[in-house]
Each structure stands twice: as structure tokens, then as C-alpha cells.
């Protein structure tokens, strides 16, 4: 039964990401205009809308950065950093789940070797090394949503990092959106000037040796 379940559930979710991706459907999450219209048009329930085309816009391996900019620009620069946030925290979390119990056997059989490292690599003290993972611009946030998925790894560790770990490259990009969207040239600077600090960051932290190890095993990703 629950086999059965777990097939149907795939199924439909296969059929939806296809039909999204071919048929563009998700095309105007990245069209700034469109979603402050929508959203203007629409309040509260808009908002939700727009939350969840976005949970499933990251979920699917879409821009994480994009999204904020076009809820930045549409939303103001603290309310896009949020919701932006938060959806792909829940995109993440689909990822994770959808691994976990749909797909793990397969892309176990076909990625065994990086996973195996993964798994051995975040198992201890998940929380911070995906924190850390999320602030560093390397590998996909799809394959590592997925592979930690099908790791062995605690669910509550690697959302909480990885929700406060997108929170800096969220609010730099929603400023930046907002930025525009307000023509407000304050917004633009600040977020000018968190991008800079948070490379600075970026690359210090590059420079340890478990972050280097971490960045390596997560830009080996399939």
C-alpha cells in the first residue's frame, strides 16, 4: 500500500515538474513586473500564491537569487527577503522529502560514492556545515537538496540551516530589487555594499580547511 503510494506520488510529481518546465509555466516568477501587478491585484491570497509558485520555482533547481530580487522588487526589500526566504526553505524541504521517500534507491544505486561522502561529511553537526554550505556560491542547491535527502542526515538540522544559511544572499538580492523597484538608490547601495561584505565572508571562510572540504564534496554533486 504504501508502495503504492509512494509511486503515485512520484508520478504526479514527475508530471508536474515536466509540464511546469515544458510549458513555462513558471516562466513569470521571473518577470518583476508581472508578480508586483499579481500581487497588487490579489493581496493576502496573491501572497500565498506567489509563496508557493516559488517554493516550487527553487524546488525544481530555479535561482533561489532570482526569486528574491523579483519579491525585493515587488514586495520591499525586508517582505521579499522573508518570503523569498521561507519558499525556498519549503522547496528545499519538498526536495529533501521527495528524495527521502520516493527517489532514494534509485539515485542511491546510480550516485553511491558522492552520496556515501556526503553522508559521512554532514552527519555531525549538520546544522552548521549546511549553514556554512549555503552561504558559500557553490554546487547546486537542487543536487544537494536531493542528496541530503537520500543521506542519512536529521531533517530539522538541515532546514534550519539551510534557512538561515540562504538569509544573506536573500537580503542582498530583495534590496537590490527593492532598490529598483522604489528607484530608492539607499536600497541599491546597501545591497552593493552586503554583497561585498558577504564575499569577504565567502572567502575567508573558503580559506579553512573543512569549508574547502565541504565546498569540494557539494561541487561534486551529480
Not at 493581496?43 to 500564491?49: H, Q
Not at 526566504?85 to 550516485?111: H, K
Not at 549553514?131 to 535527502?149: C, D, K
Request: proline share 3%.
Amino acid at each position: 500500500m504504501f508502495n503504492g503510494f509512494r509511486w503515485l506520488a512520484f508520478t504526479l510529481l514527475a508530471i508536474v515538474g515536466y509540464l511546469a518546465t515544458r510549458n513555462g509555466w513558471l516562466n513569470f516568477m521571473a518577470d518583476s513586473a508581472l508578480i508586483a501587478n499579481y500581487l497588487h491585484n490579489h493581496g493576502n491570497e496573491g501572497i500565498m500564491a506567489i509563496f508557493l509558485a516559488g517554493a516550487l520555482f527553487t524546488g525544481i533547481g530555479a535561482p533561489r537569487q532570482i526569486l528574491a530580487f523579483v519579491l525585493g522588487f515587488s514586495l520591499g526589500g525586508v517582505n521579499g527577503t522573508l518570503v523569498s526566504t521561507l519558499a525556498t526553505a519549503l522547496g528545499a524541504a519538498g526536495c529533501f522529502f521527495s528524495a527521502r521517500w520516493l527517489l532514494r534507491a534509485p539515485l542511491t544505486r546510480r550516485f553511491g560514492q558522492p552520496m556515501r561522502q556526503f553522508d559521512e561529511l554532514f552527519r555531525k553537526q549538520t546544522f552548521l556545515k549546511v549553514f556554512i554550505v549555503r552561504l558559500l556560491p557553490v554546487g547546486s542547491n537542487l543536487a544537494t537538496n536531493l542528496v541530503a535527502g537520500c543521506s542519512g542526515i536529521r531533517f530539522l538540522p538541515f532546514l534550519a540551516g539551510s534557512t538561515l544559511g540562504y538569509l544573506p544572499q536573500m537580503l542582498v538580492f530583495a534590496l537590490a530589487g527593492a532598490g529598483i523597484g522604489n528607484a530608492d538608490r539607499s536600497q541599491l547601495v546597501l545591497s552593493v555594499a552586503l554583497f561585498i561584505i558577504a564575499s569577504v565572508i565567502g572567502a575567508l571562510l573558503y580559506h579553512t580547511q573543512r569549508t574547502r572540504n565541504l565546498a569540494s564534496i557539494v561541487s561534486e554533486l551529480p
